[in-house]
């Protein structure tokens, strides 16, 4: 099975390819190297052929939701070190940030695909500026944050 990692947010999040390198804008398909073809694909939740949105997971609160997957985005126990995890980490820790820095909370989750809806393994409320690097990015299976821009208790 493939791991999704999910994330949610009370405004519009991006979707598409992110962190992708061709060659040039003229060979778009054409990579020099596994590293330059490694990216995320971010999928909104929007369904164009129903035309409404619908939810990756009950334990969001929010509509607005994204769903990627890579082979490089490690578990917990998974955290190899390797340049593709690096790259696609870096990438997921910029998303991250720019959706928490528009809208000031962000939801968090990753699971197996076909496991969203089951108990969570974790769940923890986070503050952004506790997390330093891409690597404090990385879960356990069906962990759950929410990531706040702000100490709601320094107002």
Avoid at 77 to 99: M, P, R
Avoid at 104 to 110: C, H, L, M, P
């Amino acid at each position: 099975m493939t791991q999704y990692i999910y994330i949610s947010s009370p405004m519009r999040l991006p979707g598409g390819s992110f962190g992708e390198n061709p060659v040039s804008s003229e060979q778009p398909n054409v990579f020099n190297s596994e590293l330059d073809f490694t990216h995320l694909y971010f999928e909104n939740n929007y369904d164009s052929n129903l035309k409404r949105r619908f939810s990756y997971s009950p334990h969001f609160s929010f509509k607005h939701q994204v769903a990627a997957f890579s082979n490089h985005i490690p578990l917990t126990n998974q955290i190899k070190g390797t340049a593709e995890q690096e790259k696609c980490l870096t990438i997921l820790y910029s998303y991250l940030e720019e959706a928490i820095q528009n809208s000031g909370v962000v939801e968090y989750f990753t699971s197996l695909n076909g496991e969203e809806d089951n108990p969570l393994s974790k769940k923890r409320n986070i503050h952004w500026m506790d997390l330093k690097k891409p690597h404090d990015l990385v879960l356990e299976d069906r962990e759950f944050w929410q990531i706040t821009l702000w100490n709601v208790d320094d107002y």
